[in-house]
């Protein structure tokens, strides 16, 4: 399984990105799909996540009501909308992946920088 974030960049406050995260390497209809994110000198923490069915999403509480995660089974991406950025929602963000019956995520992409200015 190959995973490759993209989108990120240096954005103002109330601005938006769009992070993709395309994946490779097997089919991925039983896998659940996250984002993850690590400031600097933090922990790495739980952004969001959806099953590659569609049918469940789930958000951390920071993301709620500014972020949307969605995913393209026909271009086997996953994407992060986020909106309404603040300067706390700086960090790498990484997209991972794992089967849908085992709660640890096996599969992780390299990163990509997300730097929300004030």
């Known amino acids: 399984v190959q995973l490759q974030a993209s989108g990120g960049g240096l954005v103002q406050a109330g601005g938006s990105l769009r992070l993709s995260c395309a994946a490779s390497?097997?089919?991925?209809?039983?896998?659940?799909m996250a984002w993850f994110r690590q400031a600097p000198g933090k922990e790495r923490e739980f952004v969001s996540s959806?099953?590659?069915?569609?049918?469940?999403?789930y958000y951390a509480d920071s993301a709620k009501g500014r972020f949307t995660i969605s995913r393209d089974p026909a271009k086997n991406t996953v994407s992060l909308q986020m909106n309404s950025l603040k300067p706390e929602d700086t960090a790498v963000y990484y997209c991972?992946?794992?089967?849908?019956?085992?709660?640890?995520?096996?599969?992780w992409g390299q990163g990509t920088q997300v730097t929300v200015s004030s």
């Open positions: 959806i099953k590659w069915s569609g049918t469940s999403t």
């Open positions: 390497g097997r089919t991925f209809s039983n896998y659940c």
């Open positions: 991972a992946a794992r089967r849908a019956d085992v709660r640890t995520y096996d599969y």
